[in-house]
C-alpha cells in the first residue's frame, strides 16, 4: 500500500506541467503528498492520564499537502500551509491520524529561471491524535511547531510548476519531538502583476504606468487613431498612420503641428501658411496679401506720391515730380541760360569776395526774379577765381565768392534749400590769365542745374 502511494506520488510529480511563482503571477497556490517521518519516539497522554503507545511508528504517506502564497517584494512571499496524514504504529494495527497547520515566510531564488530554489520558515501547529478504537480523547492534540524547508521549484510552462521540499519541524508541547515532512506536487501561478490594471500582466505590458489596450500591448491611443501613443507623433490628435499619427487639416503636406496656418493650405518654405501675392511673405504677415511687396515695408508695394516714378522711399521731393534720380525736379536749361546771362556781370575785385557796385547788385536782383519765376529745382552757385596767389588760397577765396552771392539771395528772399555752393578756385578759367582784363573775368559765379 505503501509503495503503491509513492509510486503515484511520483508519477504525479514527474508527469506535471510546471511552473514558478514569477514576477509575472504573485499568488502561488500547490497541492500535492506528503510524508511525516518521526525522528524519536513519543507517548501521548489518555483521558485517564495514561500514556498510549510506545513511540514507534512508520512514516506515513498523506495526502493532501496544501498551501497557498503571495508574493509581496522580490522573491519574498507570504503564505499558510495544510498537510494530512496518518501513522501506523510498527507494531500492531494501532494507527494515529495526524496534521499541520503553519504560517511562513518563503523566498525563492532564480524565480524567472527553469529550476528555482526556495527556503521556507515559521510556525505553526502539529497535531497527533490517539484514536484507534476504545475510549480515547479524540480531540486532536494541538502542540506548537516551529519549521525550516528548503525546496526545488521546476518551472516548465507558464502557469504551472511542480515542485519538492524537506522540512525539519520541532514540538513545544506535549508530545515534544521533532520530525520530517517530505512534500511534493504541482503548483499554480496566477494573479499576475497588472499596475495599471489594464488586463495586460507588467512583464508584457509596453506602458505598465498607464491603462492601455491589449491590442497595443497594454498601452493607450488617446486619438482613438489606431496608432498607440507611443508610436504617434500627435497622441491627442487623430492622424494617419503615414503621418505618424498626425493630422494635416488642410492637405498641404504641413503637418498640424508645424503648421502656422492648420486650416488653409499653405506653402511648405512658409510654414503651411499661403502667400496670394507670391512676394515670400506669408498672407498672416502681409499687411497688403492681394499686391506684392517687400518685406522691409511689411508685404506692402512702395508709394510713388508725386508719381515721378521715384519711390517715396527713395524720393527726395516725394510730393513734387521730378525728372532726376533723386525724384526731385531740375532747373531747366533755358532757365540755366538765363540766370548765367543775368550774372555775368556778377565780377570781383582781386582777393576779395565782396559785392560791390550798382551792376552786381542789379545782377543780383534779376536772379532773384528768375529763381522765383522758376522754383523748381537747385541752382548750385559756382564759386571761380583767377590765378593770382596759390592754388590753396585761390580755392578758398572761390568758395567765399558764392557763398557771399548765396547769402544775398537768401537775404533777398530765395529758398535756401534750392542754394548750394561749390568752390572751383582757379582751375576754370575763363580769359587769359596773363592779362588784367583776363584776370578779371576769370573772377566770377556761375550757375549750374543740380543733377537729381
Excluded at 97 to 113: E, H, M, Q, V
Excluded at 236 to 264: F, M, Q, R, W
Excluded at 281 to 299: H, L, W, Y
Excluded at 415 to 425: F, I, N, S
Aim: net charge negative.
Amino acid at each position: 500500500m505503501k509503495f503503491f502511494r509513492l509510486s503515484l506520488m511520483l508519477v504525479i510529480f514527474s508527469s506535471a506541467v510546471v511552473s514558478a511563482q514569477t514576477s509575472d503571477n504573485p499568488w502561488l497556490i500547490s497541492g500535492g503528498l506528503n510524508m511525516v517521518s518521526l525522528q524519536e519516539g513519543f507517548e501521548l497522554p489518555l483521558n485517564d492520564g495514561t500514556l498510549y503507545g510506545d513511540g514507534a511508528f512508520d512514516a506515513g504517506v498523506g495526502v493532501p499537502s496544501l498551501s497557498i502564497f503571495r508574493a509581496i517584494a522580490g522573491g519574498l512571499s507570504v503564505g499558510t500551509q495544510l498537510s494530512l496524514n496518518s501513522l501506523d504504529k510498527s507494531a500492531g494495527n494501532g494507527s494515529i491520524d495526524f496534521f499541520a497547520i503553519d504560517a511562513a515566510l518563503k523566498y525563492g531564488f532564480n524565480r524567472n529561471g527553469k529550476l528555482s530554489p526556495y527556503v521556507k520558515g515559521g510556525w505553526g501547529f502539529s497535531s497527533f491524535d490517539a484514536a484507534d478504537g476504545g475510549d480515547y480523547d479524540l480531540s486532536y492534540q494541538l502542540t506548537n511547531t516551529y519549521f525550516g524547508t528548503f525546496g526545488l521549484n521546476f518551472r516548465l510552462g507558464e502557469n504551472w510548476s511542480a515542485f519538492v521540499e524537506t522540512s525539519y519541524r520541532n514540538t513545544q508541547d506535549r508530545p515534544t519531538t521533532n520530525y520530517l515532512m517530505h512534500s511534493a506536487g504541482v503548483a499554480l501561478g496566477f494573479g499576475s502583476g497588472d499596475s495599471d490594471k489594464d488586463g495586460v500582466n507588467d512583464k508584457k505590458d509596453k506602458c505598465p504606468d498607464v491603462p492601455g489596450l491589449k491590442e497595443f500591448e497594454g498601452c493607450p491611443d488617446t486619438d482613438e487613431d489606431g496608432i498607440p501613443d507611443p508610436e504617434d507623433d500627435c497622441p491627442e490628435d487623430a492622424g494617419p498612420a503615414e503621418n505618424n499619427g498626425c493630422p494635416d487639416t488642410d492637405g498641404d503636406t504641413v503637418l498640424d503641428k508645424d503648421d502656422a496656418c492648420p486650416e488653409v493650405a499653405g506653402l511648405v518654405e512658409l510654414n503651411g501658411c499661403p502667400d496670394a501675392d507670391s512676394d515670400g511673405i506669408a498672407d498672416k504677415d502681409d499687411e497688403c496679401p492681394e499686391e506684392a511687396g517687400p518685406a522691409e515695408n511689411n508685404g506692402c508695394p512702395w508709394p510713388d506720391t508725386d508719381g515721378d516714378g521715384v519711390l517715396d522711399k527713395d524720393d527726395a521731393c516725394p510730393e513734387e515730380a521730378g525728372s532726376g534720380e533723386n525724384g526731385c525736379p531740375e532747373v531747366q536749361k533755358a532757365v540755366l541760360n538765363a540766370l548765367n546771362e543775368a550774372g555775368q556781370t556778377v565780377l570781383f575785385a582781386a582777393n576779395s569776395s565782396r559785392l560791390m557796385g550798382k551792376s552786381v547788385m542789379a545782377a543780383i536782383e534779376k536772379v532773384k526774379t528768375i529763381l522765383d519765376e522758376n522754383p523748381e529745382g537747385v541752382v548750385i552757385i559756382e564759386g571761380h577765381a583767377s590765378e593770382d596767389g596759390s592754388a590753396d588760397f585761390n580755392l578758398k577765396l572761390s568758395d567765399k565768392r558764392a557763398n557771399a552771392v548765396r547769402n544775398k539771395l537768401i537775404e533777398m528772399g530765395v529758398d535756401e534749400a534750392r542754394l548750394e555752393v561749390k568752390a572751383l578756385g582757379e582751375t576754370a578759367p575763363v580769359g587769359d590769365n596773363s592779362t588784367r582784363e583776363g584776370r578779371k573775368q576769370s573772377r566770377r559765379v556761375v550757375f549750374k542745374a543740380k543733377k537729381q
